[in-house]
């Protein structure tokens, strides 16, 4: 009976690292979706304001704070605005930075919408 209880420690220590990095991953992997809708929400919702709004988004400065305002994701992204032919454009970049133990990975997302 003992030597049963062995064998299931033993499996158990070989198995938990890979469990483990299933769980991590997929949790940081939930992140970066998550950031990416939320800065693809941000530039869509800020190119309306930009457009549509004069009060609230009457200007470059105002048009940033409003889409920062609406960014819920991790880290701090840019936004640019800009009146192309195509109407109202405002675009946003930001990068993920992930570092475990002795790695490091980084994942540039960005988003760009306009509004006529």
């Known amino acids: 009976m003992a030597c049963e209880s062995a064998n299931v420690a033993i499996e158990f220590a070989l198995v938990l690292p890979a469990i483990a990095m299933l769980l991590v991953g997929t949790l940081f992997t939930g992140l970066v979706v998550h950031a990416a809708s939320s800065l693809n929400n941000a530039v869509e919702q800020a190119a309306r304001c930009y457009a549509v ?59 760009t919408a306009c509004y006529p």
């Open 53 to 111: 709004n004069a009060s609230q988004c009457g200007s470059a400065a105002t048009v940033q704070a409003y889409a920062l305002s609406r960014y819920n994701g991790m880290s701090q992204p840019t936004f640019t605005v800009s009146t192309p032919s195509c109407g109202h454009k405002v675009s946003g970049a930001v990068t993920i930075a992930f570092d475990v133990a002795a790695t490091s990975w980084n994942v540039p997302l960005s988003a």
